[in-house]
Each structure stands twice: as structure tokens, then as C-alpha cells.
């Protein structure tokens, strides 16, 4: 069983920074793999990032790719996404997510993983 809390949503002009974290409990977080979701208003979930169970692998969504960067810390059994030069239409509830116990590789696919948290507000203003 893994649990996830993030942290660190808030609101920020468009072309700000803001790092949302996600704090993870039990004891296979270092052997899967993680992933950031958001969901934006009337929309779908869509795939932001995901990072493998080392942290020598990344996977981001096109539109991030270059702004935002996905990292772990599997002593602190933490996953970061840091969110640079944002957008109005990054504006979404952002959520954390643990893949399943053989999901170990980073993934697009939502069905891989077992796990999620509450979810973050990110507001970006123009």
C-alpha cells in the first residue's frame, strides 16, 4: 500500500515557477515507478510526467517538455515536479501517482498506476 500527499500548488503569474512535491509512505515507493497528472477544469486527466523507478528516466508530456522537470528522492520517499516558465493553461489540479508494483518504468498510461493522491491547485494568471 502507498500512500501520497502533495504539496506546493499555489498561484503564479504566467511565465513564474512553482515546484509541487509529492510525499510518499510505504515500502515499495523505490521500486516503482511515478507519474504527475493534471486536470484542468471540464477537461480530462491528462499525463504530465513520469519519472522510472531509479530516477535515471523521465517521460513528459509535449507540452511541458523543456519547462517542467520531474525528479525522485527514494531516501526521502519523495517525487518533485518543478514548473518553470508557466502558462495560463497549465492551470489544473495536479496529481501524484504510483505505479503499480510491476510498473517500473516511466509511463504515459494512467491504468499503470495503483496509487493517487488528493491532488494540488496550480492557478497560472495572465
Known amino acids: 500500500q502507498v500512500q501520497l500527499v502533495e504539496s506546493g500548488g499555489g498561484s503564479v503569474h504566467a511565465g513564474g515557477s512553482l515546484r509541487v512535491t509529492c510525499a510518499a509512505s510505504g515500502r515499495t515507493f523505490s521500486r516503482v515507478a511515478m507519474g504527475w497528472f493534471r486536470q484542468a477544469p471540464g477537461k480530462e486527466r491528462e499525463f504530465v510526467a513520469s519519472?522510472?523507478?531509479?530516477?535515471?528516466?523521465?517521460l513528459y508530456e509535449d507540452s511541458v517538455k523543456g519547462r517542467f522537470t520531474i525528479s525522485r528522492d527514494n531516501a526521502k520517499k519523495s517525487v518533485d515536479l518543478q514548473m518553470n516558465s508557466l502558462k495560463p493553461e497549465d492551470t489544473a489540479v495536479y496529481y501524484c501517482?504510483?505505479?503499480?508494483?510491476?510498473?517500473?518504468?516511466?509511463?504515459?498510461?494512467?491504468?499503470?498506476?495503483?496509487?493517487w493522491g488528493q491532488g494540488t491547485q496550480v492557478t497560472v494568471s495572465s
Open positions: 519519472i522510472n523507478w531509479s530516477g535515471d528516466n523521465t
Open positions: 501517482a504510483a505505479g503499480s508494483y510491476y510498473t517500473t518504468s516511466a509511463t504515459t498510461r494512467d491504468q499503470s498506476y495503483a496509487y
